[in-house]
């Protein structure tokens, strides 16, 4: 069984940072890409930032040059760096990844974190 747990949502004002994890544990193979989402109320969930294997990127542009994604491999770990929040990023951010387990290859999500931007 494989378990994504996301961590470090929270309340900051506008302009400032925060840090986001997720964590995967289990019967893990392998990870592939790994990524973070996000769903505002009323909206629907899209993508924020991609991570490939070998370390490739990918953002939304409204993210672009102020979020920056990364990952751990020894720690089966992906990170959000999110920087000059505003409140427009308000959302549930969610951790999704494509995982090898001895038995299937699939994506993975986490339970989500809330990130709330004030102005």
């Known amino acids: 069984q494989v378990q994504l747990v996301e961590s470090g949502g929270g309340l900051v004002q506008a302009g400032g940072s925060l840090r986001l994890s997720c964590a995967a544990s289990?019967?893990?193979?392998?990870?592939?890409?790994m990524g973070w989402y996000r769903q505002a109320p009323g909206k629907q969930r899209e993508l924020v930032a991609s991570?490939?294997?070998?370390?490739?990127?990918n953002y939304a542009d409204s993210v672009k040059g102020r979020f920056t994604i990364s990952r751990s491999n020894a720690m089966n770990t992906a990170y959000l760096q999110m920087n000059s929040l505003k409140p427009e990023d308000t959302a549930i951010y969610y951790c999704?990844?494509?995982?090898?387990?001895?038995?299937?290859?699939?994506?993975?999500w986490g339970q989500g974190t809330q990130v709330t931007v004030s102005s």
């Open positions: 999704n990844a494509v995982i090898t387990t001895m038995n299937n290859i699939g994506p993975y």
């Open positions: 289990g019967s893990i193979f392998a990870i592939n890409a």
């Open positions: 991570i490939t294997n070998p370390g490739r990127t």
